[in-house]
């Protein structure tokens, strides 16, 4: 039972353009979300991240909206650029699992920013 | 400053064969974990760690054990390996909480024919 999922396996947009990034979850409990970004070959990085308790966190050209009362966040890159073409996955934590830092992640969405 | 190191970069195991997969980390985290990556599976929390002397199963344990030797060192041993084992396994560190970016590792590539 997947807990957090991203429908989305890939988005494709020009050089310039917004791109928005998906994530849907399951579990209430969830109050806290990440995203992490992934070059083929290398680790996930982290990106930006949002407590429930707001609905918006913005750092230069990334934003995270969070809707809670759809359990739905996303991701806004504005402008893309080519080197943002990576996998973005979305994570989430309950208060639960605040001491331990234990993390749930979706499954993935490949973004490619065209030139 | 090296963050999280893996070793192997790269395994071929023949089913049945056993090994250990080594991460190691020079933050001074307290917690640690490993993941694996499935092609549409994102990725799964096998086991991890909160602190030195603690270990806990995540989503996907099955077929694994792990030891948290010290606080720099966390590794995952596959006893028995499988073909369902094929994976790219990447050990994490964080200083604690949720609230604390996880810094991951470059992941190890394993094949089990």
């Known amino acids: 039972d997947q807990q957090v999922k991203q429908n989305s396996p890939s988005l494709s947009v020009q050089e310039g353009r917004i791109s928005i990034l998906n994530c849907d979850y399951t579990?209430?409990?969830?109050?806290?979300f990440l995203w992490y970004k992934k070059y083929p070959a290398e680790g996930p990085t982290f990106l930006i991240s949002?407590?429930?308790?707001?609905d918006k966190n913005e750092d230069g050209r990334f934003t995270v909206f969070l809707n809670k009362s759809a359990k739905h966040l996303s991701l806004h890159i504005v402008p893309s650029q080519p080197g943002d073409s990576a996998v973005y996955f979305c994570?989430?934590?309950?208060?639960?699992?605040?001491?331990?830092?234990?993390?749930?992640f979706g499954q993935g969405t490949t973004l490619q920013v065209k030139p | 400053n090296a963050g999280v190191t893996q070793t192997p970069k790269f395994q071929v195991l023949k089913t049945g064969q056993s090994m250990t997969l080594q991460c190691a980390q020079d933050?001074?985290?307290?917690?640690m974990y490993w993941y694996r990556q499935d092609p549409g599976m994102g990725l799964r929390l096998i086991y991890y760690?909160?602190?030195?002397?603690?270990?806990d199963k995540g989503e996907v344990p099955n077929g694994y054990n792990v030891s948290r030797l010290n606080k720099r060192e966390f590794s995952l041993r596959l006893e028995s390996a499988a073909p369902s084992q094929t994976s790219v396994y990447f050990c994490?560190?964080?200083?604690?909480?949720?609230?604390?970016?996880?810094?991951f590792g470059p992941g190890t590539r394993l094949l089990v024919l």
């Open positions: 994490a560190s964080s200083v604690g909480t949720t609230r604390e970016t996880q810094y």
């Open positions: 579990n209430s409990m969830f109050d806290y």
């Open positions: 949002i407590s429930s308790i707001k």
């Open positions: 994570a989430a934590s309950d208060k639960g699992s605040s001491n331990t830092g234990k993390l749930i």
């Open positions: 933050m001074n985290h307290n917690s």
């Open positions: 760690s909160a602190s030195e002397g603690t270990t």
